[in-house]
């Protein structure tokens, strides 16, 4: 059994950054693919980056492509998002899922794996 906990949300001001951690742990941890979504109030969930099983392909959501950054180290069983450039519109749930391998897309229901989420505020 795969389990996933976020950390690092938090209030930050227009224009600045934070870093959401997500500890990995279960037997074959490093056959998943990790990614994040994240749901806004009134919402559905957005896929916004994923990282495959080696840390060596990444996707990006439209809406975070320049500003965030995804990545890995296995022998830590972490996963980061680097998020730069914050807006208001970033204000959501953020939630680390996973998914066996590669990333295959943006479908909820392709990532079996979810954390509990942490809370990412984006105002002035």
């Known amino acids: 059994q795969l389990q996933l906990n976020e950390s690092g949300g938090g209030l930050v001001q227009p224009g600045g950054s934070l870093r959401l951690s997500c500890a990995v742990s279960?037997?074959?941890?490093?056959?998943?693919?990790i990614g994040w979504f994240r749901q806004a109030p009134g919402k559905e969930r957005e896929g916004i980056a994923c990282v495959d099983h080696s840390g060596t392909d990444t996707k990006y959501g439209d809406p975070v492509k320049g500003r965030f950054t995804i990545s890995r180290e296995n022998a830590k069983k972490m996963v980061y998002l680097q998020m730069n450039g914050l807006e208001p519109e970033d204000t959501a749930v953020y939630y680390c899922?996973?998914?066996?391998?590669?990333?295959?897309?943006?479908?909820?229901?392709?990532?079996?794996?979810w954390g509990q989420g942490t809370l990412v505020r984006v105002s002035s």
């Open positions: 899922v996973a998914q066996s391998w590669v990333c295959t897309g943006w479908l909820p229901d392709e990532y079996p794996y």
């Open positions: 279960g037997f074959t941890s490093d056959y998943y693919a």
